[in-house]
């Protein structure tokens, strides 16, 4: 029996799923949907796992939907009853890292705008090239992108289908750092390490409430802010935060003392 096109290492509260499709740079064929949807609804149900990292096998990320699938039954939508290989990423109570080793491609691209953080190798490049196939995107690049990186930039890389490099994705915001490729998933390891240290409720409820807010204008984030602030502070245990706050101050100078 061959080697799973997904595969999922579990560590300490943190999940790592790698595609595993490298001779055809891990365009996502249906096969590989369904292998990720069923991995990634497997891992929500994990109250073990704090962090999910995301990356890809060989010298691409993803490079979106297998082109042979277009125009077949196989390139619906729709991959596991409702689900699909962006909206089990949406789903996710915890934190995702997309560890992004080499090209992200169109719905590769899309994969990774899904993720909340992303690391990039030096090698790692980045394209929207719907407009160049002929194909109009479906897994939320014209939603996410412009949030990203500005409706100006976002019109530029979607319009012209030009291939762009991780320190560039750096410069645009677009990524949270660029790493040597042997430091990748070192690297996203020790962010998830610092994540699942801390408080897990608080983690789950802010990527919550950052997911909601940056969907609404700045007056209506705000109040959905303040209610989930008044709704924290009834609950809340002060003698646990005096505690808790104390570890934070301590943290900070460790910190501090190593810069």
Do not use: W
């Amino acid at each position: 029996m061959g080697e799973s096109i997904v595969l999922v290492d579990k560590q300490d509260g943190i999940a790592t799923v790698t595609l595993n499709r490298p001779d055809k740079l891990n365009a996502l064929n249906r096969e590989l949907r369904l292998a990720f949807c069923h991995a990634m609804q497997e891992l929500r149900l994990d109250k073990d796992v704090c962090v999910v990292i995301i990356t890809g096998a060989g010298r691409a990320f993803c490079v979106g939907l297998d082109l042979r699938e277009l125009g077949t039954r196989a390139s619906g939508i729709r991959d596991e009853g409702e689900a699909t290989f962006i909206t089990v990423i949406d789903d996710m109570e915890v934190p995702v890292i997309g560890a992004i080793n080499g090209f992200a491609i169109t719905g590769g691209f899309e994969l990774a705008l899904a993720c909340d953080i992303m690391i990039a190798a030096e090698e790692a490049q980045f394209a929207d090239t719907h407009a160049r196939v002929g194909v109009m995107p479906g897994g939320g690049m014209s939603a996410r992108l412009p949030r990203a990186v500005g409706i100006r930039k976002a019109k530029e890389l979607s319009l012209t289908g030009n291939y762009f490099s991780a320190h560039d994705a750096e410069r645009m915001g677009l990524v949270n750092r660029v790493v040597p490729r042997d430091r990748l998933l070192v690297t996203a390891r020790e962010m998830a390490i610092q994540i699942a240290g801390a408080d897990q409720t608080i983690v789950r409820q802010m990527k919550r409430l950052y997911d909601l807010t940056t969907r609404h204008s700045l007056g209506d984030a705000l109040r959905i802010e303040q209610d989930a602030f008044r709704d924290f502070n009834r609950k809340a245990n002060l003698g646990e935060l005096a505690n808790a706050g104390d570890a934070v101050i301590a943290r900070g100078r460790t910190q501090a003392s190593k810069n």
